[in-house]
């Protein structure tokens, strides 16, 4: 198939970067356009990209030229894919113009998130929202489609098949990686040998987010499910990797058999597809009783191009009808560039992107 050209919106920061490792060699998306704030516009990427351990980009990547981050640069250069890495504050206006100009956005910014028409999106848990996809395309030329906050993407995967044994509430606190705070993250000063038991307006997104990603399609609206949701969310000195303590309360009394056996043998769409960035296995438990860790466990996932899309589980426990358990997920991966990407993915197979 004829590759789709891409780009990046806010390629310099740690989410940008990690669209363009994902995207360099793209099966089905050539990167043609990367755009970051006017001190970036002009330099190569290759000179912006440090590659942290990764394999170095391909020559025509790394020799692509940075725009300036407006609609018309992203308009004139062909791009018919956008992947946006931007902040939430000017994200959304400039995504909105780019689909009145018929461009396809796969975001990482909250900006649209509750949006009505906009589906938010874990390919795995809720691809049936695709459906608003569609209407957007009966109302505008192109479309939005977001993914999840970062520790969304980790805990609603790991629900999504508990959801089978009638989930009533759940209690669930983070440990969450200062790379989830940017590419400036959080002063050093502030965060070594600490533990800051806030972050703004986290909570609140956990809980509003899961209850839509986990939510039932009633025509051109989804029905958030009902499940209460109890979050503490807190910024810990590592580098990478969101490490979550959940508590599930289910309506009848559970095993841990049971359960283990619904998380691990857990797989759906990306995987029937074989889609490129889909993990065999969305969804490891571990017997060992000190796992998962970041430092261990964050980059779970195959093939070599799903590397930190796979969501890690351990320390499971229950008791009557309540269940616990840690889970891991790569916060820039999974939470954010690699859940875009596949968002992506899964749209070209559905047929949402024009003539493709």
Same mark, same amino acid.
């Given at each position: 198939?004829?590759?789709?050209?891409?780009?990046?919106?806010?390629?310099?920061?740690?989410?940008?970067?990690?669209?363009?490792?994902?995207?360099?060699?793209?099966?089905?998306?050539?990167?043609?356009?990367?755009?970051?704030?006017?001190?970036?516009?002009?330099?190569?990427?290759?000179?912006?990209?440090?590659?942290?351990?990764?394999? =170095? $980009?391909?020559?025509? /990547? %790394?020799?692509? @030229?940075?725009?300036? #981050?407006?609609?018309?640069?992203?308009?004139? !250069? &062909?791009a018919r894919v956008v992947f946006s890495a931007l902040p939430a504050a000017i994200s959304g206006e400039l995504e909105m113009e780019l689909r009145k100009n018929g461009l396809f956005i796969f975001s990482n910014a909250s900006s649209h998130r509750m949006d009505a028409l906009v589906p938010l999106l874990i390919p795995e848990v809720n691809s049936a929202h695709l459906e608003?996809?569609?209407?957007?395309?009966?109302?505008?030329?192109?479309?939005?489609?977001?993914?999840?906050?970062?520790?969304?993407?980790?805990?609603?995967? =790991? $629900?999504?098949?508990? /959801? %089978?044994?009638? @989930?009533?509430?759940? #209690?669930?606190?983070?440990?969450?990686?200062? !790379? &989830?705070?940017?590419?400036?993250?959080?002063?050093?000063?502030?965060?070594?040998?600490?533990?800051?038991?806030?972050?703004?307006?986290?909570?609140?997104?956990?809980?509003?987010?899961?209850?839509?990603?986990?939510?039932?399609?009633?025509?051109?609206?989804?029905?958030?499910?009902?499940?209460?949701?109890y979050p503490s969310c807190s910024r810990v000195p590592v580098r990478e990797g969101h490490l979550q303590s959940v508590s599930v309360e289910f309506a009848a009394p559970v095993s841990a058999s049971e359960i283990a056996a619904a998380l691990s043998g857990f797989s759906a769409e990306p995987q029937q597809m074989a889609l490129p960035t889909a993990p065999r296995r969305p969804?490891?438990?571990?017997?060992?009783?000190?796992?998962?860790?970041?430092?261990?466990?964050?980059?779970?996932?195959?093939?070599?191009?799903?590397?930190?899309?796979?969501?890690?589980?351990?320390?499971?426990?229950?008791?009557?009808?309540?269940?616990?358990?840690?889970?891991?997920?790569?916060?820039?991966?999974?939470?954010?560039?690699?859940?875009?990407?596949?968002?992506?993915?899964?749209?070209?197979?559905?047929?949402?992107?024009?003539?493709?």
């Open positions: 198939m004829k590759k789709i050209n891409a780009a990046v919106l806010g390629c310099t920061g740690l989410v940008g970067q990690q669209f363009i490792r994902l995207l360099d060699d793209h099966p089905y998306f050539e990167l043609s356009c990367l755009t970051a704030s006017p001190r970036s516009r002009g330099k190569r990427c290759g000179e912006t990209t440090a590659n942290g351990g990764q394999p =170095a $980009l391909g020559e025509k /990547t %790394a020799s692509l @030229v940075i725009r300036e #981050t407006t609609a018309a640069a992203v308009i004139q !250069s &062909g608003l996809a569609r209407a957007q395309l009966r109302e505008f030329p192109g479309l939005i489609i977001t993914n999840s906050n970062c520790s969304v993407a980790g805990l609603a995967m =790991a $629900l999504k098949p508990l /959801t %089978a044994f009638d @989930v009533q509430a759940l #209690t669930v606190t983070t440990f969450q990686a200062v !790379s &989830g705070a940017g590419q400036r993250g959080v002063a050093a000063w502030d965060i070594m040998g600490n533990v800051i038991p806030h972050i703004a307006n986290e909570e609140e997104k956990v809980a509003s987010e899961t209850k839509k990603i986990l939510g039932t399609l009633a025509g051109k609206q989804i029905k958030d499910h009902g499940l209460e949701i969804i490891i438990v571990l017997d060992a009783p000190d796992r998962p860790q970041p430092a261990l466990d964050a980059w779970a996932g195959e093939p070599e191009r799903a590397r930190g899309m796979a969501v890690t589980l351990g320390r499971l426990r229950c008791r009557g009808k309540r269940c616990s358990f840690f889970l891991l997920v790569h916060n820039t991966v999974r939470g954010a560039a690699g859940g875009c990407l596949l968002n992506a993915e899964l749209a070209l197979k559905k047929r949402l992107l024009g003539g493709n």
